[in-house]
């Protein structure tokens, strides 16, 4: 998946569960921060494609990554709170409706955690099914490396096929229009992703 689709992904699933009630807008914000971690694996590609051939979806996407990289980012986030001073400071460039309000709740460490592994390992199954296409080879993801280099990958939709972005991003606008049904709109957005993701599947023999 592409990098909004993940992000995206996060926040759905952050909003589906309800976390936006019980711990407010903090923690859909680290959803989609972290929905993305995993991808730092891809940062090779500025200086060395070799390298970045070798190492993206596998140096980042395993469990041994997505672990850690909760821990500290969680930790980060109870110690400095940077999530927060950031959003308040970009305040002063959106306009009134858009605006941040200051957040009040106290998110306990594990919770953050929490998030910060539930949205990594989601990560993990999103890049499985969306792969190859356009050229490009598959990329298996290889989840309990370095301790098994085993990959696996089930590519239901090649890379770059806009049907997530569009099922995900009509999601967004309808969280914006329908604010009182929040969590049932991601859900159903999330359904209809899989749905998707399914039905493109059978239709190139996947399935």
């Known amino acids: 998946m592409t990098t909004p689709e993940h992000t995206l992904v996060g926040i759905h699933a952050a909003i589906a569960v309800g976390a936006h009630r019980r711990f407010g807008w903090m923690v859909i914000v680290l959803a989609g921060i972290a929905s993305n ?22 140096w980042g996407h395993n469990f041994f990554w997505i672990i850690l990289s909760s821990l500290i980012v ?16 970009s305040n002063r460039f959106l306009p009134n409706e858009f605006r941040f309000e200051k957040s009040t709740v106290i998110v306990p460490l594990f919770v953050l955690v929490l998030v910060c592994f539930s949205a990594q390992a989601i990560h993990l ?21 370095p301790v098994y280099n085993v990959g696996y990958v089930f590519p239901l939709i090649p890379w770059g096929d806009f049907g997530p972005t569009v099922i995900l991003m009509t999601g967004a606008i309808l969280l914006a229009k329908v604010p009182t049904r929040l969590s049932l709109v991601s859900a159903a957005t ?7 993701l399914s039905i493109r599947g059978w239709m190139r023999g996947m399935l």
């Open 37 to 58: 971690l995993p991808d730092w694996d891809g940062l090779p590609m500025l200086v060395d494609m070799a390298r970045f051939e070798s190492g993206h979806r596998v």
């Open 74 to 89: 969680a930790w980060s986030q109870v110690r400095y709170h940077w999530i927060e001073s950031v959003c308040m400071r």
């Open 125 to 145: 199954p999103c890049d499985m099914v969306v792969s190859g296409g356009n050229g490009l080879s598959d990329w298996h993801i290889k989840p309990l490396w």
């Open 190 to 196: 999330l359904i209809c992703l899989c749905a998707y």
